[in-house]
């Protein structure tokens, strides 16, 4: 083929490629543009996962009549004149790139009044052709639609993820915007249907609850940099979880500077550094941060859809992040008693989080032949563990199978959370939580395979509300999780009822233990070798296994010994984690010096 120049359509559609990823991107432009127009109300439709109907309409100052047609120019702004302007930013949009780019691969509709003028225009765009452009009676503000996104694009067309992640992808997208701007009402609808709503009253709590749902926002502790000294002129503050809400994965580590959502992979560690042995390994906080500094100091023009940014003292905003971060939490970490701000959240630790807790000590402390020191704050679990003793069946063997341990003796308990035992081979250690997953997901997979698993109705039919994120992902997953024994029903917008759980986990709080699987689910975005079903057999096993500090009788033990001997895989847990440690006689005799 010979060279040739691209004509503008095809250029436009190229540089679209580079704004417009999917549904969400457009959402995110239009967002931003309404924004800047300064609305104090944003309501955003969605029919389709996006690729039916999206419309954004604002509040906004409107755009003038006469530069209507314009602002579907490329590169045209009336966010800066020239390059100047660029180093002092202020507004979310500045390229004057996403209009256009919107408009060249579906078809607008757009209409807006401008705050001063009478009468608004109504304008129609196809394939960034002009079709149609009247005046029209019109609120103040600019309302646009875009249909049939990506209709002269098949290959992105035929990219785009299932309608339910784009719809996830949506309101992730207006989530991030929400709690970045808290004095504006943000309000999504999907389908016909409100999935997320803020108040607009100004304050980040009321968008956290919003957006992070009440369990996770009773986690938080609030976050703020000294008082700006004279020379940084920059302010960190926000909200992080306290270390018994972690996380498999970084996403909701959400990070801001200057009311922008970011990504930046310098500062999301700063955030995890600040977590530096209050968190085990591959685990990550929940945190909203927000950076405030000049604008001058920091470069938003790095990328096309200005996501990242480049600061001109990288280190010292990554200093300060992780310095304010970490004092939170040493604060925290400090309180005394369970008195005071966090009594409530300290109480309200979920099963699941104490487990975090719990096998975060454990891999803490050093694995050696010691009594196991506890954590001296979770002290307040004891009695609601005593329920977990019928977690274990006494003395039960179950079907015969064949033997995969010694016959082993128990001894005592270390520290509530490791058993002593001996056999002809000499002294084993067994970590009763990791041992009784064990047993359990073996019976549990046995019986999911079999098809015999039995679900416990819950007393009353228990509720859960739901971030909106959250309410499409189980959605979508209804009837699987219908066949694990959780049986969920859509009652009313991002609400379910919870009608049944697995039967082994019939003394579980039924909405920590749906919201344990909200957690697999999300997680499972990252293909791995463990399928999503597994993943979540392991994670009720989780949940049911007895757990570390449980104080058991010898009978409890044995039992649970006699189940372990006869796992097909007893060394290890289902997560892959050790189930014993074994010391042999004679190393035992030669520790003594006796060998
Ligand atoms: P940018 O935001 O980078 O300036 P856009 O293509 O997103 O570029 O928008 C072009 C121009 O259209 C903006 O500079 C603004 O003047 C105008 N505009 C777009 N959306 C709105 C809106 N919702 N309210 C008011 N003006 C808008
Ligand atoms: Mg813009």
Same mark, same amino acid.
């Given at each position: ?12 559609? @190229?540089? *679209? ?16 543009? %309404? ?5 104090? =109300? ?29 602002? +579907? ?7 800066? =004149? ?8 202020? $507004? ?28 608004? =225009? ?12 009247? %005046? ?7 309302? @646009? ?13 035929? #990219? ?50 919003? *957006?992070?749902?009440?369990?996770? +926002? ?22 992080? %979880?306290?270390?018994? !809400? ?6 909701? @580590? ?11 992979? %310098? ?21 909203? /941060? ?20 480049? #600061? ?5 905003? +990554? ?18 008693? #369970? ?36 954590? =001296?704050?979770?002290?307040?679990? &004891? ?80 509720? !859960? ?17 219908? $066949?694990?024994? #959780?049986?969920?029903?859509? +009652? ?8 049944? !759980? ?23 975005? $990252? ?8 993943? !979540? @057999?392991?994670? /009720? ?21 006699? &189940? ?32």
């Amino acid at each position: 083929m010979p060279i040739q120049v691209l004509t503008d359509k095809v250029i436009a559609q @190229i540089a *679209a490629g580079e704004v417009i990823e999917r549904p969400a991107s457009v959402i995110k432009e239009l967002i931003e543009n %309404s924004l800047d127009a300064g609305a104090s =109300t944003i309501h955003v439709s969605v029919v389709g996962g996006g690729r039916r109907m999206m419309r954004v309409s604002d509040n906004g100052q409107g755009i003038p009549a006469e530069e209507v047609e314009i602002a +579907f120019a490329r590169h045209a702004t009336s966010k800066l =004149t020239t390059a100047d302007d660029l180093a002092h930013i202020q $507004t979310l949009g500045f390229r004057g790139e996403a209009l256009a780019s919107i408009a060249s691969i579906s078809r607008i509709n757009m209409t807006t009044r401008a705050h001063n003028e009478i009468t608004g =225009t109504r304008l129609q765009i196809e394939g960034g052709r002009l079709i149609q452009r009247q %005046s029209i009676g019109a609120p103040a503000g600019t309302t @646009i639609t875009v249909e049939n996104l990506f209709f002269n694009t098949p290959a992105r067309l035929k #990219f785009l993820k299932a309608e339910n992640t784009e719809k996830r992808q949506i309101a992730l997208v207006i989530s991030r915007y929400a709690l970045a701007y808290p004095h504006v009402r943000f309000v999504l609808e999907q389908d016909g249907r409100e999935a997320f709503r803020t108040n607009g009253s100004g304050q980040l709590a009321d968008v956290m609850i919003t *957006a992070l749902g009440i369990e996770t +926002f009773r986690e938080m502790v609030e976050i703020e940099s000294d008082l700006p000294d004279r020379r940084s002129r920059m302010r960190v503050y926000g909200y992080t %979880s306290s270390p018994g !809400i972690n996380r498999a994965d970084r996403s909701r @580590i959400m990070l801001y500077v200057n009311g922008r959502w970011v990504q930046d992979a %310098s500062l999301g560690y700063a955030v995890t550094q600040a977590y530096h042995t209050f968190l085990m390994k591959g685990r990550y906080p929940v945190s909203v /941060v927000m950076i405030d500094l000049p604008p001058e100091e920091v470069d938003v023009n790095v990328h096309p859809t200005k996501a990242e940014v480049r #600061f001109q003292n990288p280190n010292e905003v +990554f200093a300060l992040v992780q310095r304010t971060i970490r004092r939170a939490l040493i604060d925290l970490s400090q309180t005394p008693t #369970f008195g005071g701000k966090h009594s409530l959240s300290a109480i309200n630790l979920s099963n699941t989080n104490t487990h975090t807790q719990m096998d975060m000590n454990l891999e803490l402390e050093s694995p050696g032949w010691y009594p196991h020191q506890y954590p =001296t704050t979770p002290s307040r679990d &004891q009695p609601e563990e005593e329920d977990d003793l019928t977690a274990i069946p006494v003395g039960a063997e179950g079907p015969r199978k064949p033997r995969t341990l010694p016959l082993l003796r128990v001894v005592g308990q270390v520290g509530a959370s490791y058993i002593i035992a001996e056999g002809p081979a000499g002294l084993y250690l067994i970590d009763q939580h990791a041992a009784h997953e064990r047993i359990l997901y073996e019976q549990f997979m046995s019986e999911y395979a079999n098809q015999e698993l039995t679900a416990q109705s819950t007393l009353g039919g228990q509720t !859960i509300e739901l971030p909106a994120t959250e309410a499409r992902l189980i959605e979508a997953n209804l009837k699987m999780l219908r $066949t694990m024994g #959780f049986h969920l029903e859509e +009652f009313g917008p991002n609400t379910f009822l919870i009608r049944s !759980i697995p039967a082994i986990l019939a003394d579980q709080d039924p909405v920590q233990a749906v919201s344990g699987i909200l957690e697999e689910l999300e997680q499972d975005r $990252t293909p791995g070798q463990t399928s999503i079903e597994e993943k !979540i @057999i392991q994670r /009720v096993c989780k949940q049911a296994a007895v757990k570390a500090g449980t104080i058991l009788s010898l009978e409890e033990m044995q039992g649970l010994i006699r &189940q372990l001997e006869r796992t097909r895989s007893p060394l290890t847990c289902p997560h892959g984690r050790p189930t014993m440690l074994h010391m042999t006689s004679d190393q035992l005799a030669r520790e003594f010096g006796r060998k």
